[in-house]
């Protein structure tokens, strides 16, 4: 595994992010690869990426040699937020995708707390571009389920969550029933907010997200 800590510069600002290569991405010019974008919760702002080298989906590339995807994970700005980085971050992945060997059709979402929200978010207001999304101790308005009627969506959250209340998911998963029949939810028996393992460290939830592929 290829991990390397860059920067992406934009007119106003720059910001970090991490992205991993399997290390057959650069001996196969060819074949192309699934992406997993990862959104960190509130407390990883900032602009040390220390933050998130060892944290939430990015712990995998510290326990295996190989992963079958691209993993990028950018870090949010200080006293900023995911909800007001959509647009920088849209360039980031675009930027992405147009220098390594992504399947366009296999891009997927996922995100913790703050993250979990912005994974919520972003598959609303960005459709047609995650082929799957999978929000972790997040929110997000159920007035607005509707426009996530189209994407794969596997959530979690603990049922004694004291940060995020768990009622935030449950009523997004009730208001999604009657629009998106792809739609599982995994509650957390006993266990509060920090419940990342429950999917990360899971290979069933890393085939239920890579088994998901726009159609032509």
């Not at 399997?22 to 997993?36: G, T």
């Not at 200080?78 to 849209?90: A, Y």
């Not at 399947?103 to 598959?123: E, I, N, P, Q």
């Not at 768990?166 to 006993?190: D, Y």
Request: one cysteine or more.
């Amino acid at each position: 595994m290829i991990v390397m800590e860059e920067k992406f510069a934009l007119p106003s600002r720059s910001f970090n992010y991490l992205l991993a290569l399997p290390d057959a991405h650069n001996q196969d010019s060819v074949e192309e690869w699934p992406l997993i974008l990862f959104l960190h919760g509130i407390n990883r702002r900032g602009d040390d990426i220390s933050l998130i080298r060892d944290y939430g989906l990015c712990t995998r590339l510290q326990q295996e040699n190989e992963l079958p995807f691209l993993l990028l994970a950018p870090q949010c700005p200080g006293h900023s937020s995911w909800t007001d980085e959509l647009e920088p971050i849209m360039l980031l992945l675009h930027d992405i995708l147009e220098r390594y060997n992504v399947d366009r059709k296999r891009v997927y979402l996922t995100g913790f707390s703050m993250g979990g929200h912005a994974a919520w978010y972003y598959a609303a207001h960005k459709p047609g571009l995650f082929a799957a999304v999978s929000p972790i101790s997040g929110w997000f308005n159920p007035d607005q389920a509707e426009l996530l009627k189209d994407v794969p969506i596997w959530a979690f959250h603990g049922d004694s969550d004291d940060v995020v209340p768990f009622e935030r998911t449950h009523e997004m998963i009730e208001a999604l029933k009657e629009h998106n029949p792809q739609v599982r939810f995994t509650p957390i028996s006993g266990e509060g907010h920090r419940i990342m393992h429950h999917a990360y460290d899971q290979e069933e939830w890393i085939e239920w997200l890579l088994s998901h592929k726009h159609e032509d």
